[in-house]
């Protein structure tokens, strides 16, 4: 398994874990996440990847971007 798969399934068995408080938080927006923090967030992918471009705290693989939603019955195709 690459390290990249590896930094993945990590983080989103973190999102997972704390999907409640970043529902709280971030309900209705896109998140990045790397090592099990919140690097970025925005309303969409395009916001987020201006955010990201911005941000020195990005390492240098890829973060996992998530739609973060309280609402059960979202969902993305």
């Not at 990590?10 to 927006?29: C, F, M, N, S, V």
């Not at 987020?48 to 020195?56: D, G, P, S, V």
Request: aromatic letters at 10%; a negative charge.
């Amino acid at each position: 398994m690459t390290t990249a798969i590896r930094r993945y399934i990590t983080d989103r068995d973190w999102i997972d874990e704390h999907y409640g408080a970043l529902a709280d938080r971030y309900d209705g927006r896109y998140i990045a996440v790397s090592d099990g923090r919140v690097v970025a967030d925005a309303l969409s992918i395009a916001a987020l990847k201006i955010e990201l471009n911005r941000t020195a705290l990005v390492p240098p693989e890829p973060p996992t971007i998530v739609y973060i939603t309280k609402d059960s019955t979202a969902f993305l195709l």
